[in-house]
């Protein structure tokens, strides 16, 4: 199983950037796939999730309203699309596999331990 990060980099405050995560060697189509992002020095947090078989969505509060979580099937990838990024957002961003399913409960996929697979993270910098 493979979750490969891309897309990360340098933008400016007000900017947009689109990561891609995409998951090889198994099927997920059962899963929920997560972003998470860890800035210097503080805990990993969660961004967004979204269901692979009905698209379904869940959003952090800090990104609601600026950050697009989807998914292509067809390519076995998920995106994030970020936009009008601040200082803040600066951090190392994770997508995570989570095969168990909690059904209408969202709360469960913004805990870490709740994620079976994590690939290698993209680190995305946000300048003022």
């Known amino acids: 199983v493979q979750l490969q990060a891309s897309g990360g980099g340098l933008v400016q405050a007000g900017g947009s950037l689109r990561l891609s995560c995409a998951a090889s060697?198994?099927?997920?189509?059962?899963?929920?796939m997560g972003w998470f992002r860890q800035a210097p020095g503080k805990e990993r947090e969660f961004v967004a999730a979204?269901?692979?078989?009905?698209?379904?969505?869940y959003y952090a509060d800090s990104v609601k309203g600026r950050f697009t979580i989807s998914k292509d099937n067809a390519k076995g990838t998920v995106y994030l699309q970020m936009s009008s990024l601040k200082p803040e957002d600066t951090a190392v961003y994770y997508c995570?596999?989570?095969?168990?399913?909690?059904?209408?409960?969202?709360?469960?996929?913004?805990?870490?331990?709740?994620?079976?697979?994590w690939g290698k993270g993209t680190l995305v910098t946000v300048s003022s």
């Open positions: 995570g596999a989570a095969a168990y399913a909690y059904g209408s409960n969202w709360s469960p996929y913004s805990r870490r331990s709740t994620y079976d697979y």
């Open positions: 060697g198994r099927s997920f189509s059962s899963y929920r």
């Open positions: 979204i269901s692979w078989s009905d698209g379904r969505t």
